[in-house]
C-alpha cells in the first residue's frame, strides 16, 4: 500500500455523501470565520471614529494677552476639534449634564475646557502668577477600555498643537525683546564709550590732582618745619628777651649813679693830667742836671787811666802799644755803659711821664665827654630796659603764636598727606575706572553682536522651532497600511492553527485499516497526514485569496506570503495530526493548551519580549511566533533574511510532527483492550 493510495482513501472516506462533503466545505471555511472576518470587522477602526457619540463643553471666557489682543484658545480648540471630525462631537449646556451622559453611556466621553483656559495660557507674560492651562477629560471604561487610550492620544495632540500656537506666540514675544536687547545694549556701549572717555579726562584730572597734592604735602612738609624753627626762634626770643629785659634792668640799676661818678672822675682826670705835667718839667730839669754829672765822671775817670796807664808805662809794668791797647778797651766799654745811669732812666722816666702826661690829658678830655654823655646814656639805658621789656612780653606773645602756627602747619600737613593719598586713590580709581568703562563699553559691543536681532521672517521661522523644537522624522522601513493589516500576520496564523485544529474533530489521524496493513509504519503516518495537509493546504490558499483580494491586504511579497501560509499550514497540520495521533483524544487537549501557549507568547499584539519570562521559552519553541514575524516581513516589505530560517524551522517542525506520527503507528499496531475501548473519546 503507497502513501498516495493511503490518502486517497482517507480522502474518498471523507467525501463520500453530502453531509462529509459540507463537513470538508465547512472545515475549510473555518479559517475564513475566524480570520477573514474578525479582520474585516477590524480592518479600519480608527477611521471610523467619527461614529462614536463625544460631549465638548467649552466654558473658557477669553483673556487678553501681553501684547493687547483678545485671546480666545478654548473657542478655538473647539472649532478645530468639531472641524476635524475625529469623533461625532456633541454640546451640552454645563459639565455636570456632560458628566451624566458619560455615566449613563449616552456619551463615550467628555472633553471640558474650563473658564480659565485662556487666561492661563497668556499666565506666563507675568513671572509671578503663572499657571497651566487644564483640558478636563471624563472617560469611563464601561463603555469601552480602549476609548480611554484613544482619547488620551486626542488630547496629547491638542495639548500639542495649543502648546505649539502659544509657545509659538511667546516665542516671537521673545525673539521680539532680544532685538529689543540688542538696540538697547548698542545704546549702552555707547554710553559705556562716553563714560570711558569721561573717565579718562577724570584720570587725567586726577593725575594733575595728585601732582597738585604732591606739591602741597611737599609744601605742608616745608611750612611745618619752618614754623618748627620758628617756633624754636621764637622760644630762643622770648627767653633771650627775657635775659635781656632782666641784664638791663639790672643795668639800669647799677648805672644810676654813673653821671656824677664819670663828673668826679673827670675832674680826676683833669688833676692827675696836670699833676703828671708838673712832675714831667720837674724830671726834664733833674734828667739835664744828672746827665752833666755823668759826663762829667766819665772825663775825669779817663783822665785816670791814662795817667795809670802813663805810670805803669813809665814803670815798665806795660808797653806803650799795651797802654793804648788798654785806653782802646776803655773807651770801648765806656760807650756806651755796661748799665744805664741815672740819667738815662730819668730820661726815660721823664718820656713816659710825659706819655702819662698825655694820657691823662687825653683821660681827662675823655672823662669829661664821658661825663657830658652819661646822662643820655642813662636815659638810652631806661628806654632799652623799658624796651626790652616790651620785646620779652612780645616774644612771649610771638612763641605761643608760633606754637599755635606750629600745631596749625602739623593739622595741614596732616591734612596734606590725606589730601595726598585720596588722590592717590582716586588717581588709581579713576584709572581704574577708565579702564572699567572702556571693557564694559566693548564687552556691551561684543555682547550686542551676540545677542541675536532677528527681522519679521526670522522671528517667524524661529518662533515655529522654539514652540515646536523637536519634530519627528518617521523612516518607517515596514509599515502596515491599516489597523487590520497590522493584525493580519497573527490572526492569519490563529486561523491556519484553528482551522487544522478543527480538521482533527472530523478527520483520522491513523486509520485503522492503514494499521491493520502491513505497510512501513512511516508510510501509514505520511499516508495520515497528506489529508490534512491537502485540507490546510486549501485553508490557507482560501484565505489569502480573501484577505488579499477580498479586504485589499495587499501585501509587499504575495507569492511568498502564500509559500509561507503553505509551509505554516504544512507544519501545523503535521504538529496537530501527529500529537492526536500519539495521544488520541487527550491529543485534543494538548493541541487546544498548545494553542493558548501561542496566544499569549507569539507576539501578535504587543512585542513577545514584554510578556513574562517563561513565556518567552514558550515563544522560542514553538512554531506560531516564528510564522508571525514571517508573515509581517512579507505583508510589510521588510528584510527578507528571516523567511529562509522560518521555512526550515517550518520544515523541522513537519518532520518533529511525521515522527510522531510515525512513533504513534508503531505504538497503535499493537491493539490492547484500550484500544477497542478507550477510557475517553472527544
Excluded: C
Excluded at 477669553?62 to 478645530?80: F, I, P, Q, Y
Excluded at 752833666?292 to 796807664?309: F, G, H, P, T, W
Excluded at 806803650?320 to 741815672?342: K, M, R, V
Excluded at 499550514?569 to 500529537?579: L, P, R
Amino acid at each position: 500500500m503507497t502513501v498516495l493510495r493511503l490518502a486517497r482513501s482517507e480522502l474518498k472516506r471523507m467525501t463520500g455523501g453530502l453531509l462529509p462533503r459540507l463537513t470538508i466545505l465547512a472545515l475549510t471555511m473555518v479559517p475564513l470565520l475566524y480570520g477573514a472576518v474578525y479582520l474585516y470587522a477590524n480592518w479600519d477602526p480608527y477611521g471610523k471614529l467619527n461614529q462614536i457619540d463625544a460631549v465638548l463643553v467649552v466654558e473658557d471666557s477669553g483673556a487678553t494677552a501681553a501684547d493687547g489682543h483678545r485671546l480666545e484658545a478654548g473657542r478655538k480648540v473647539a472649532d478645530s476639534l468639531v472641524d476635524g471630525h475625529v469623533f461625532n462631537w456633541q454640546t451640552v449646556s454645563g459639565a455636570e449634564e456632560a458628566d451624566r451622559g458619560v455615566s449613563s453611556g449616552k456619551y463615550a466621553f467628555a472633553l471640558k475646557i474650563p473658564k480659565d483656559f485662556s487666561a492661563n495660557l497668556v499666565s506666563p507674560a507675568g513671572f509671578d502668577a503663572a499657571h497651566q492651562a487644564m483640558l478636563n477629560v471624563t472617560t469611563n471604561d464601561a463603555n469601552n477600555y480602549l476609548l480611554s487610550t484613544i482619547v488620551d492620544k486626542l488630547t496629547t495632540a491638542v495639548h500639542t498643537t495649543v502648546a505649539t500656537e502659544v509657545g509659538e506666540e511667546t516665542a516671537n514675544q521673545l525673539l521680539t525683546g532680544f532685538g529689543t536687547i540688542h538696540s538697547q545694549m548698542l545704546k549702552a556701549s555707547g554710553g559705556a564709550g562716553q563714560l570711558a572717555d569721561g573717565a579718562a579726562t577724570l584720570s587725567d584730572g586726577t593725575v594733575t590732582l595728585h601732582q597738585g597734592t604732591s606739591g602741597l604735602k611737599n609744601g605742608a612738609a616745608e611750612l611745618y618745619n619752618g614754623q618748627l624753627k620758628l617756633r624754636d626762634g621764637a622760644d630762643t626770643l622770648s627767653s633771650g628777651a627775657g635775659q635781656l629785659s632782666a641784664g638791663l634792668s639790672q643795668l639800669k640799676g647799677r648805672t644810676a649813679t654813673l653821671p656824677a661818678d664819670t663828673r668826679r672822675l673827670a675832674d680826676g682826670a683833669a688833676q692827675v693830667a696836670a699833676g703828671n705835667a708838673a712832675l714831667n718839667t720837674k724830671v726834664q730839669g733833674l734828667a739835664g742836671q744828672v746827665a752833666a754829672s755823668e759826663q762829667a765822671a766819665a772825663q775825669a775817670q779817663r783822665s785816670r787811666v791814662v795817667a795809670a796807664n802813663s805810670r805803669l808805662v813809665a814803670a815798665g809794668t806795660v808797653t806803650p802799644a799795651q797802654a793804648e791797647a788798654i785806653l782802646a778797651d776803655f773807651d770801648a766799654n765806656a760807650a756806651p755803659p755796661a748799665a744805664p745811669g741815672p740819667a738815662s732812666g730819668l730820661k726815660s722816666a721823664a718820656g713816659q711821664i710825659q706819655q702819662l702826661a698825655d694820657g691823662s690829658a687825653a683821660v681827662s678830655a675823655g672823662a669829661a665827654r664821658l661825663a657830658e654823655a652819661t646822662p643820655a646814656l642813662g636815659g638810652a639805658i631806661t628806654q632799652a630796659s623799658t624796651g626790652a621789656d616790651q620785646l620779652s612780653g612780645g616774644a612771649a606773645t610771638l612763641a605761643a603764636g608760633q606754637q599755635s602756627a606750629l600745631d596749625g602747619a602739623a593739622k595741614l600737613s596732616d591734612g596734606a598727606q590725606q589730601l595726598d593719598d585720596g588722590a592717590a586713590r582716586l588717581e588709581s580709581g579713576a584709572a581704574t575706572a577708565s579702564g572699567g568703562s572702556r571693557t564694559l563699553a566693548d564687552e556691551l559691543s561684543k555682547g550686542a553682536g551676540q545677542v541675536p536681532n532677528p527681522d519679521d521672517a526670522q522671528k517667524d521661522s524661529l518662533a515655529k522651532v522654539i514652540a515646536d523644537p523637536v519634530a519627528v522624522s518617521n523612516v518607517s522601513q515596514a509599515k502596515a497600511g491599516s489597523y487590520g493589516a497590522g493584525l493580519a500576520p497573527f490572526f492569519l496564523t490563529l486561523a491556519l492553527w484553528i482551522g487544522v485544529f478543527m480538521l482533527i474533530q472530523a478527520m483520522r489521524p491513523v486509520t485503522q485499516r492503514a494499521l491493520a496493513s502491513n505497510a512501513p509504519a512511516w508510510k501509514i503516518a505520511v499516508g495520515g497526514w497528506l489529508p490534512f495537509l491537502a485540507v490546510s493546504a486549501v485553508q490557507a490558499s482560501l484565505l489569502t485569496l480573501v484577505v488579499d483580494v477580498g479586504l485589499g491586504l495587499n501585501p509587499a511579497h504575495p507569492w511568498l506570503m502564500w509559500f509561507l501560509m503553505l509551509a505554516a499550514a504544512m507544519a501545523f497540520s503535521a504538529i496537530i495530526q501527529g500529537v492526536v495521533a500519539l495521544l488520541g483524544s487527550t491529543g485534543k487537549l494538548v493541541v487546544l493548551i498548545l494553542l493558548v501557549l501561542q496566544l499569549v507568547s507569539s507576539g501578535g499584539t504587543f512585542p513577545w519580549q514584554t510578556t513574562p519570562q517563561p513565556l518567552h521559552v514558550v515563544h522560542q519553541l514553538l512554531p506560531m511566533g516564528y510564522v508571525v514575524n514571517g508573515m509581517r516581513h512579507l505583508i510589510y516589505g521588510a528584510d527578507l533574511a528571516v523567511i529562509l530560517p522560518t521555512m526550515l524551522g517550518l520544515l523541522g517542525y513537519t518532520l518533529l510532527g511525521t515522527a510522531m506520527s510515525t512513533l504513534a503507528v508503531r505504538k497503535h499496531k499493537y491493539w490492547t483492550l484500550k484500544t477497542l475501548k478507550p477510557e475517553i473519546a472527544v
